[in-house]
């Protein structure tokens, strides 16, 4: 077997250096009746060649061709080649975790550079090496605030991502945390009025998503006012991360959850991909996930290590901060290279074309008859329509057309049958906007 | 610099395995920064352009950000390149921490992540055109099914941890539903951090339970532990000291004559794939660590993935969604009421578990020849290393051998300061002071990826160290020797945290 470094003599050899007469003694300690008779049924083994024939024939199955609309959590951006190249060097993807500081100072650097711009995006003053995703971090983020505060209910947004507030609900469920949703306005946003008449008082915090999950920004300045005034926090999460480049960041907010795969991250059908947590310096001791310092050796040269362990799973056990211990730090490290080749220009004309081609595509397709735009709140590049049927049944006409059309909202709110939510990032040409309305129109105009 | 290698060649003539190569200096990214650089274009914008203060509201929109980068490709390129000589890494060489299986991460792997038709697919289009993706989900199930001999799996979990609070929330949604959730939950003294931590996030009370003199999980114990408010046992196995429990049939038997379920954490599945399966010796959930086990790199920390493997009874308490097949056609299937809901957004982390797809077809059921070399390695190393250092439990190893520094503790020379002399050699150190059972552990997993000649490396200067400790032993205490960086200063660093660069 080629991943294999030892020809049947060498076996022999070490064999009789431990002393014994078959590799099968050295299984000894398990019971004679657990042990496998025969060998496993499983398909293989298969060579380099066949390996990659399984998978192509499994990717000609997919989408591969299409042309997609879909955001809502997940975004289609530029990635340069530079950065898949750089994670595939051997010495970050077999690398481990840098608890050995003398020989990971290449990650431990890595990490320190992406808390430091995980920090200058989202306008907080500290930020982790990384969580899971969106969904975790934002559930994280959840379990800090309440350990903050003390206080075992939140009222969390219908905003938030669905699978976001899933996910919170899950981890929710067995620790005594209340989560109690707030709807929203005709302008897309949390509903202020809704939220008045909410416990706010006995809250751990308020919970937004912003741009949230039908495209609408929030109004951070005043949730983080009601939420102070009441002795809450603000939690604010971040689904599309490049909404940064223009979008003023959260810094009213006291705990950032945010997903980075926007920066330079494949859709990879749900992952790989990075959650952060950035938040108040004087929060830090509550925060979860792995933390990367600077100091210095004996010789007063510059260095990085892993720091403030102490909140962590491996020291601190059943009292630490969070269980988590493997985090997402290639990706982390992926981000950190996208970021820093996109730079400080490119990820403001990144946003800026975001915004102009979802402007664009929303103005084409208003101008079908009877598709109309939802909300009235300020959106960066995703937005809600209504359209004359139901969106299941446009898209599978679009699927014809090879077009993967709005994402239907009815799934995750029974109220917004008939609504689709549309996503246009700058990866989209100008006629591929203009195919989707034209196809769209064809197919409203076709009689059911 | 120089003087200091020259000091450690004369020290060490046994060091051959690492060579002397000139190493690049280089700063932080934000220190190379300098205004109207940057590192990627664009294309032209092929619509009319907007002022985002205008479409945005003037109090939504930011200016530029403040110390953000501004570099050049070549710059990039150069900074990330230069500071990845800095790692260790299994490409270069063995990595024996233990308990981490660091294997060989085969090549193809990471080139079928990346095609287009996988890498390039949004988890939401819908199931007619995902066809691809859901069968390699369907597949690898299937696979993992055979290895562990289980009956129900998912695949959501993202790593090994999230995979322990899953299946500890699918046994709580068990018992609940036969009308009792209970309280606690069993865990051994030699258990990984993750273990307790879990436990808490599912709502239950750690209940640590003492290893024997054997090292192993003490059964009359467990009878007096195991009431009716014990939701479960989480037992590692092989353990923490890389020894299978033996009396494993006879742990689960005493939990569910008491209606309490096991719980087993497959860290240590390398010890166990294609020769023996939890599912037959009495384990009801257990998880996977694909970065361990299965190959996918490990990334510097992650990602990783934990799927969690079940028996029958507890498959209706499965996240959502489940991906099932009919007539050939694939699905996710969301309608599942008894569901302990949702651990992760999506699939889990689909472009690791493809790798391990592609990992267990690389092997087919010769995966049982890797269980053999790794096990080979870990008793060979034993074998040659049992004269220079104290083995604190003298059973039968599996998958990686458990050394004390007790010998060595004598002159001073601690498990910390052997692992970083190891680095002067070449090597990347064993995992130190885990696990908790052992004072001044020296954890060694070799895997199945290390050559004859490797381990032959490995244990000649393990020995030289051994030897070092008795003749010089300022020379151990003070390594590593050879690094860009010395000993660093993690009192200061937790002290004072600087956690980002700053103008």
Redesign the interface.
């Known amino acids: 077997?080629?991943?294999?470094?030892?020809s049947p003599s060498?076996?022999e050899?070490?064999?009789e250096?431990?002393?014994?007469d078959s590799?099968e003694e050295?299984?000894?300690?398990?019971?004679e009746k657990?042990?496998?008779r025969k060998?496993?049924?499983?398909?293989?083994?298969?060579s380099?060649m066949?390996?990659?024939q399984?998978?192509?024939?499994?990717?000609?199955?997919?989408?591969?061709g299409?042309t997609?609309f879909?955001g809502?959590?997940?975004y289609?951006h530029?990635r340069?080649v530079?950065a898949?190249a750089?994670?595939?060097?051997?010495?970050?993807?077999?690398?481990?975790?840098?608890y050995?500081?003398?020989?990971?100072?290449?990650?431990l650097?890595?990490?320190?550079?992406f808390?430091?711009?995980m920090?200058?995006?989202t306008g907080q003053?500290?930020?982790n090496?990384?969580m899971?995703?969106?969904?975790?971090a934002l559930t994280e983020a959840v379990l800090m605030a309440e350990r903050l505060t003390g206080k075992h209910r939140v009222l969390v947004a219908r905003t938030v991502?669905p699978?976001?507030r899933?996910?919170l609900?899950?981890?929710a469920?067995?620790?005594?945390l209340e989560v109690d949703e707030i709807g929203y306005a005709k302008s897309g946003q949390l509903d202020t009025e809704a939220l008045s008449k909410a416990k706010l008082g006995e809250a751990a915090a308020i919970v937004v998503q912003s741009p949230n999950f039908f495209g609408v920004?929030e109004e951070l300045?005043a949730l983080a006012e009601a939420a102070h005034a009441a002795g809450a926090l603000l939690v604010t999460t971040i689904a599309e991360a490049a909404s940064?480049?223009?979008?003023?960041?959260p810094v009213e907010a006291d705990i950032v959850a945010m997903e980075g795969q926007s920066f330079g991250i494949?859709?990879?059908?749900?992952?790989?991909y990075v959650g952060v947590i950035a938040t108040r310096e004087k929060f830090?001791r509550q925060m979860p996930g792995?933390?990367?310092?600077?100091?210095?050796?004996?010789?007063g040269?510059r260095?990085?290590?892993l720091?403030?362990?102490?909140r962590?799973?491996?020291?601190?056990?059943?009292k630490?901060t969070?269980?988590?211990?493997?985090?997402?730090?290639?990706?982390a490290?992926a981000a950190t290279?996208h970021?820093?080749?996109?730079?400080?220009?490119?990820?403001?004309?990144?946003?800026?074309?975001n915004?102009?081609?979802a402007?664009?595509a929303a103005a084409e397709l208003t101008k079908i008859p009877g598709v109309r735009r939802v909300f009235s709140g300020?959106v960066?590049n995703e937005f809600v329509l209504e359209f004359p049927r139901s969106v299941k049944l446009i898209?599978a006409a679009l699927?014809r057309e090879k077009i993967?059309g709005p994402?239907p909202l009815g799934v995750h709110y029974p109220e917004l049958t008939k609504r689709g939510l549309v996503c246009v990032t700058?990866t989209m040409?100008?006629a591929e906007?203009e195919r989707l309305a034209a196809a769209i129109k064809k197919i409203l105009e076709t009689p059911l | 610099m120089n003087s200091k290698l020259t000091e450690v060649e004369t020290a060490a003539p046994g060091i051959r395995k690492a060579g002397r190569q000139v190493n690049q200096n280089e700063g932080l990214i934000f220190e190379k920064s300098a205004p109207g650089k940057r590192g990627m274009e664009l294309p032209p914008l092929d619509v009319p352009a907007i002022d985002p203060a205008e479409a945005l509201g003037a109090g939504n929109s930011r200016d530029s950000i403040e110390g953000f980068p501004e570099v050049s490709e070549i710059e990039v390129i150069r900074h990330f390149t230069r500071i990845s000589t800095w790692n260790y890494a299994i490409d270069l060489g063995m990595y024996p921490l233990g308990s981490c299986t660091m294997k060989y991460n085969p090549r193809v792997n990471e080139h079928v992540a990346r095609l287009d038709g996988l890498a390039s697919e949004h988890p939401a289009q819908p199931a007619d055109v995902s066809q691809g993706c859901l069968r390699i989900l369907y597949d690898l199930q299937k696979c993992l099914l055979e290895v562990t001999g289980m009956d129900a799996a998912t695949l959501q979990p993202v790593a090994g941890a999230q995979g322990e609070l899953t299946g500890l929330l699918m046994i709580r949604a068990y018992l609940q539903s036969q009308g009792n959730a209970r309280k606690k939950v069993l865990i051994p003294d030699s258990a990984h951090g993750t273990n307790p931590a879990s436990v808490v996030i599912a709502g239950y009370e750690v209940q640590n339970i003492k290893s024997n003199a054997r090292g192993q999980i003490d059964t009359d114990h467990l009878r007096e532990f195991a009431t009716e408010d014990v939701a479960a046992l989480m037992v590692t196995n092989p353990s923490t000291i890389g020894v299978f429990e033996e009396r494993i049939a006879e742990i689960a038997a005493i939990l569910h004559e008491r209606g309490a379920l096991l719980y087993m954490d497959g860290a240590n599945m390398n010890a166990l794939a294609g020769v023996t399966r939890p599912g037959d010796f009495g384990v009801d959930v257990m998880h996977l660590n694909l970065h361990k086990t299965f190959s996918t790199p490990h990334g510097g920390g992650g990602p990783g993935a934990g799927p969690v493997l079940a028996k029958k009874i507890l498959e209706p308490f499965l996240p959502v969604p489940v991906v099932v097949e009919k007539n050939g056609r694939y699905a996710l299937d969301s309608n599942r009421p008894q569901s302990v809901g949702r651990v992760r957004a999506y699939c889990g982390n689909f472009g690791v578990l493809l790798r391990a797809l592609a990992y267990t077809l690389a092997y087919g059921p010769g995966i049982r020849q890797a269980t053999e070399d790794a096990v080979l390695n870990a008793n060979y190393i034993r074998k040659n290393l049992e004269e220079s250092f104290d083995l604190p439990y003298n059973l039968p190893s599996m998958h990686e051998v458990v050394f004390s520094d007790a010998r060595q503790k004598k002159q001073g020379v601690n498990t910390m300061d052997i692992a970083k002399r190891l680095i002067d050699y070449g090597f990347h150190p064993y995992t130190t002071a885990f696990p908790l059972i052992v004072p001044g552990a020296m954890m060694i997993e070799p895997t199945e990826s290390e050559s004859k000649e490797e381990c032959d490396l490995f244990i000649d200067a393990m020995r030289s160290i051994a030897i070092e400790a008795e003749t010089n032993p300022e020379l151990v205490k003070t390594a590593p020797h050879s690094t860009r960086v010395g000993r660093l200063d993690e009192v200061a660093a937790a002290r004072k945290p600087i956690l980002r660069w700053k103008p």
């Open positions: 077997m080629r991943y294999l470094p030892k060498e076996r050899e070490m064999l250096s431990i002393g014994v590799v050295l299984f000894q300690s398990i019971p657990f042990r496998l060998p496993l049924d499983l398909p293989g083994p298969l380099e066949e390996i990659i399984y998978f192509q024939a499994r990717a000609a199955e997919n989408a591969r299409y997609s879909l809502a959590g997940v289609q530029v340069s530079v898949d750089i994670i595939q060097r051997g010495e970050f993807l077999t690398s481990y975790t840098p050995q500081a003398e020989i990971s100072q290449g990650t650097t890595a990490i320190f550079e808390q430091t711009l920090c200058q995006l003053e500290v930020a090496a990384s899971y995703d969106g969904s975790t991502h699978e976001y899933q996910v609900a899950t981890y469920k067995n620790l005594g920004i300045p940064l480049g223009i979008v003023r960041p494949p859709p990879s059908y749900g992952g790989p830090v792995r933390l990367a310092g600077q100091t210095t050796d004996g010789a040269r260095g990085f290590v720091t403030l362990a102490t962590e799973q491996h020291i601190r056990r059943e630490a969070s269980n988590i211990c493997t985090n997402e730090a290639l990706y490290l290279i970021l820093c080749l996109i730079g400080k220009e490119g990820l403001r004309e990144l946003a800026l074309q915004l102009a081609k402007r664009l300020r960066f898209n699927l993967i994402l700058e040409p100008r906007i």
